[in-house]
């Protein structure tokens, strides 16, 4: 049996098509998101708290904070116990979220003015309730994390990016999300370079053991590059010799090594592998990707290709399927 069709498993059944999951296929992640738009603190509150382990209970967060409209709820909840850390941590995330609906996904310059004040007060106020959060919990990672999020769009500088990534590794040296935002940090779009952000997802990768899946980093630092050249050049780009050796090497390394284990936020990475390989027409190894994923398509890296996640996510699987 080859590595491909031992990796893969099963082909994903063709009869129904891909969902777009909100939740990434996590069924208690559905149960917290809806219990959030429910402003029920009451019954959230503990299902958080029992949550042990320190980067789960912030990739729970941060979905969490993406439910429209908590801020309202959160406010009082934190009014009423202003000695609750745990609402004023996730009152603090999603003054992040808020403030990126305030602001879009525009480009800069199409960002009006009304818009770039929302966005500026709402990180402002999530800089205080995550500063706050971080004091009364030293060893708590999640407001590291979204304080990382919250330098970048309040253009804090590097100095501030980089201590504020440093005190996320001290207390969790593999977690994946805050080296994701350190290499957004170091995007060219952000005020980094390519160089930068590809050498700082290769030496994260390599430093990291076998089977870890910070490999998806160098597979986001090709997509980012991607993203930045124009028509013709882009394609190009992901289908040279050596941008396809640097992406099996980081799948192959990571999400396909026997000793890979699926973390809470798996999906996300699978379905990261899953596009980056598919556009870079390596399709032996994107369907090993795709057939793990139950057709559970996740809202990001799939907008970024436009129109519908979903949609792209199935002539993406369709076009890596053995013919």
């Known amino acids: 049996m080859s590595i491909f069709r031992r990796l893969a498993g099963r082909k994903p059944p063709r009869s129904l098509p891909p969902v777009l999951d909100l939740s990434h296929g996590d069924e208690e992640l559905r149960r ?31 979905r969490v904070s993406d ?36 602001r879009t996904g525009a480009r800069a310059k199409h960002v009006t003015e009304d818009q770039w004040q929302l966005f500026g007060e709402r990180l402002e106020t999530a800089e205080e309730q995550l500063l706050e959060v971080a004091e009364r919990e030293p060893g708590w990672l999640a407001p590291w994390y979204f304080l990382q999020v919250a330098a970048r769009g309040a253009s804090l500088g590097r100095t501030v990016a980089t201590t504020r990534f440093e005190a996320a590794l001290r207390r969790d040296p593999e977690h994946l999300g805050s080296h994701q935002q350190r290499l957004q940090q170091l995007c060219a779009k952000w005020g980094g370079s390519h160089e930068q952000m590809h050498a700082f997802a290769r030496t994260a990768m390599l430093g990291a053991p076998e089977g870890s899946p910070l ?17 013709g050049e882009d394609h190009a780009y992901l289908t040279g010799p050596a941008v396809r050796s640097s992406l099996r090497e980081a799948a192959l390394r990571s999400v396909l090594h026997p000793a890979y284990r699926r973390r809470r936020d798996w999906r996300s990475t699978h379905n990261t592998f899953a596009m980056v390989l598919s556009l870079a027409d390596e399709r032996e190894l994107a369907h090993a990707v795709f057939a793990t994923l139950d057709d559970v398509a996740t809202e990001w890296p799939w907008y970024y290709l436009g129109g519908d996640e979903a949609g792209n996510y199935q002539v993406h699987r369709d076009r890596c399927a053995p013919r």
């Open 32 to 62: 917290l998101r809806a219990l959030a738009d429910a402003g029920d603190w009451a019954a959230l509150r503990p299902a958080l708290a029992a949550v042990p382990d320190q980067a789960e209970l912030t990739w729970l967060l941060n």
């Open 67 to 102: 439910v429209e409209g908590t801020e309202e709820w959160l406010a009082k909840a934190v009014a009423e116990r202003p000695e609750d850390t745990l609402a004023l941590l996730l009152s603090g995330a999603r003054q992040i979220s808020w403030a990126w609906e305030a």
């Open 215 to 231: 490999g998806e980093l160098v597979a986001i630092a090709h997509l980012e590059h991607w993203l930045d050249l124009p028509d």
